[in-house]
């Protein structure tokens, strides 16, 4: 099965916004698999921070609520992450990861896409 792809990421600054993709069509959402995004800022392990499920609902961290949305194109099985309002501590490489639905641990992420956001 193909990993993830992840794209979108690049620099920006504080206060703006990027919209992250994922192409996850070797772990499609018809076959199970809920997805979701995962970043690891420089110095902190990799941190789950929205997810998504069968049933179009996400979670999200404490740190990125009320300013990242994450949804999914069930038909194509892409993934998306738009993030607003950026904050210089956002800066990370940031993973989609799939999991079986109905389990809690991601099994499969891509090589990730970097996001720097400066002061």
């Known amino acids: 099965q193909a990993p993830p792809v992840e794209s979108g990421g690049g620099s920006v600054q504080a206060g703006g916004s990027l919209r992250l993709s994922c192409s996850a069509s070797?772990?499609?959402?018809?076959?199970?698999?809920?997805h979701g995004w995962l970043r690891q800022r420089p110095g902190y392990e990799r941190e789950e921070i929205a997810d998504?499920?069968?049933?179009?609902?996400?979670t999200y961290a404490n740190s990125v609520k009320g300013r990242f949305t994450i949804s999914k194109d069930y038909a194509k099985n892409i993934v998306y992450l738009q993030m607003n309002n950026l904050k210089p501590e956002d800066t990370a490489l940031y993973y989609c990861?799939?999991?079986?639905?109905?389990?809690?641990?991601?099994?499969?992420w891509g090589q990730g896409t970097q996001v720097t956001v400066s002061p």
């Open positions: 990861g799939a999991r079986r639905c109905g389990e809690t641990t991601y099994t499969r």
């Open positions: 070797g772990y499609p959402s018809n076959w199970g698999y809920c």
């Open positions: 998504i499920d069968n049933r179009q609902r996400p």
